[in-house]
């Protein structure tokens, strides 16, 4: 059974950084092009972050325009999980984070998420 659990989440201060964890079970993270998306509360969920499959161009990555720059995305094949490091933190990231597979229409069922917050 496919399971992804997000994690990391918080309340910071503007221009603060937080860690995002994503536990990946029951599919392998380094088999596909996976991601992280956000979603704020009646808007659609957005792709923040992909990173390519191993063997295809491997870790290749790109963001947002909004967060280039300021967010890294990784994985670790041996922990099966997924990452996303947010630096220089704004308002306008606050939103729930959630990770999945890079292509809409291959996405596993989606975790709970993790709601980070960017408030003084």
């Known amino acids: 059974q496919v399971q992804l659990v997000e994690s990391g989440g918080g309340l910071v201060q503007p221009g603060g950084s937080l860690r995002l964890s994503c536990v990946v079970s029951?599919?392998?993270?380094?088999?596909?092009?996976m991601a992280w998306y956000r979603q704020t509360s009646g808007k659609e969920r957005e792709l923040v972050a992909l990173?390519?499959?191993?063997?295809?161009?491997?870790?290749?990555?790109d963001y947002a325009d909004s967060v280039k720059g300021r967010f890294t995305i990784s994985r670790d094949n041996d922990k099966n999980t997924m990452y996303l490091q947010m630096n220089g933190l704004k308002p306008e990231d606050t939103a729930v984070y959630y990770c999945n597979r890079a292509i809409r229409g291959t996405w596993l069922s989606w975790g709970q998420g993790t709601q980070v917050t960017v408030s003084s």
């Open positions: 029951g599919f392998s993270v380094s088999a596909d092009g």
């Open positions: 990173i390519s499959r191993i063997g295809f161009n491997t870790n290749y990555a």
